[in-house]
C-alpha cells in the first residue's frame, strides 16, 4: 500500500494535468486520471521492467484525453462538440494553437529522461508552483543544483524538440 500511495504523490499532478491541459474540466481531467491509473493496475504485469512509467502514463492520459474529447466532438456535447477549424474564433484558434503546442511540447518532454521530464514538469507546468526548495526536495537534490540542472534539461530538450 505505501509503494502505491507514493507512486500516486509522484504521478497524480502530472496525469490530472495532462487533460486539463487540453482543456477539459477538473471533473473529466479526474476521470481520465482514475481510468488511467485503473490501466495501470491492469496491466502492471504486463509492463517491460525496464519501461519509463512517466511516459507510459503519459500516453494512457492523452489517449484517453483524446477518446473523450472525440466522443464528445461526435456526440455534440462539450466544448469541441463543433470542433470546424475554419470556423474558430479566435479565442478557440488559440486554445488549438497552445492545444497542438502543448502535444509538440509534451512529445519533446517524452524524450528526454525521466528526471529532467520530472524537473521540467515541477518548474514549469506544475499548477502549484513549488519553490526551488520544494522542487529539491521532491526530487532528492540540493537547492543549488535546481538552476544548473535545469539548463541542462533545457537544452537537452531543445536538441531533441530541434531534431
Known sequence: MEAWRLLL?????MVFSIPRRYGLSADDAADVTQVTFTILVESIDKLPEDSK???????????????????????GIGRYANLDESALSSADAEALERWELGEWLEQGLSRISEFCRNLLFALYLDPEQPSYAEVAALLGMAVGSVGPTRM??????RRVMDE
Not at 9 to 13: C, I, L, N, P
Not at 60 to 74: D, F, G, I, N, Q
Open 53 to 75: 512509467l512517466g511516459g507510459w502514463l503519459t500516453t494512457v492520459a492523452r489517449r484517453h484525453t483524446w477518446r473523450l474529447l472525440e466522443r464528445s466532438r461526435r456526440q
Open 152 to 157: 541542462r534539461c533545457l537544452q537537452r530538450l
Open 9 to 13: 504523490q509522484k504521478y497524480e499532478r
